[in-house]
């Protein structure tokens, strides 16, 4: 009989400890789904202070470690978002949007090299996603090494061709290249895109230049001059300056 009751207490025992198990995983989500209303509210810090409470709660939870790392993004915040985005990495070796956010964090320390091999691993996982295949494009014009950055960025522009910043930098690395027709066409694509760009149309006023189009290069200045007088005098200045130069504004 002692034995019996003894059994039961346990049982009581392991009942009780299931559901305060429960009641802390729904704290735990209710705090990451209030954080997502946050961020999506512009209230980053508020959403930063949830999801600590939900880690604390639950370390193990992929998601708000993700979210974490997203949240530290916005803020600028990039070595915590490293530790983040890499915790929920560690969590699930397989989430790739969780690289593809580590690549952006390490392109915000300016660790461009670094982000590559994090991008590719992302694509390995979903090779679909746009907006990896833009980062990886943009830290491929960083480095210069602007053949790689058009095979991507071309990719990303087939799954998303409406993007301007796809347009824009593809636009920047063929100008590098000086396929100056393609150049000219990706870049228009992105102006009339986002049409109150300063860089975008100040980089349309120097490729019309090395299309023998001063014509439009002017008329660009002038367009220029109602959303920013002072990029508008420099663009005139490199116009009329004494030999062309490659593009100066980089994206």
Request: hydrophobic share 45%; proline share 3%; glycine share 6%.
């Amino acid at each position: 009989m002692k034995g019996m009751k003894y059994l039961a207490a346990v049982a009581i025992l392991c009942g009780a400890m299931t559901i305060a198990a429960q009641e802390v995983d729904q704290r735990a989500t209710e705090f990451n789904q209030l954080a997502v209303t946050e961020y999506e509210a512009g209230k980053y810090v508020k959403a930063l202070g949830l999801l600590n409470k939900a880690l604390e709660l639950r370390p193990d939870d992929t998601r708000a470690s993700y979210n974490l790392g997203v949240v530290y993004i916005v803020l600028k915040r990039y070595d915590e978002a490293i530790a983040a985005l890499a915790h929920a990495i560690s969590l699930d070796p397989n989430y790739a949007e969780a690289f593809s956010q580590l690549g952006v964090a390490y392109l915000g320390t300016g660790e461009t090299a670094t982000a590559i091999p994090v991008f590719k691993r992302s694509l390995s996982l979903r090779p679909d996603n746009p907006l990896t295949l833009y980062n990886l494009g943009c830290a491929y014009v960083r480095l210069q090494r602007f053949a790689e950055a058009i095979e991507v960025l071309e990719k990303a522009n087939n799954f998303d061709g409406n993007d301007a910043e796809i347009h824009l930098n593809l636009g920047y690395a063929y100008g590098r290249q000086n396929r100056w027709n393609l150049a000219v066409s990706e870049i228009e694509k992105a102006v009339a895109l986002n049409p109150k760009d300063a860089q975008s149309n100040y980089l349309l006023g120097q490729s019309y230049m090395f299309i023998a189009r001063k014509d439009l290069a002017l008329e660009r200045t002038r367009r220029l001059y109602a959303l920013d007088p002072a990029l508008s005098r420099k663009l005139l200045t490199w116009i009329e300056g004494d030999k062309l130069v490659a593009l100066d504004g980089r994206p």
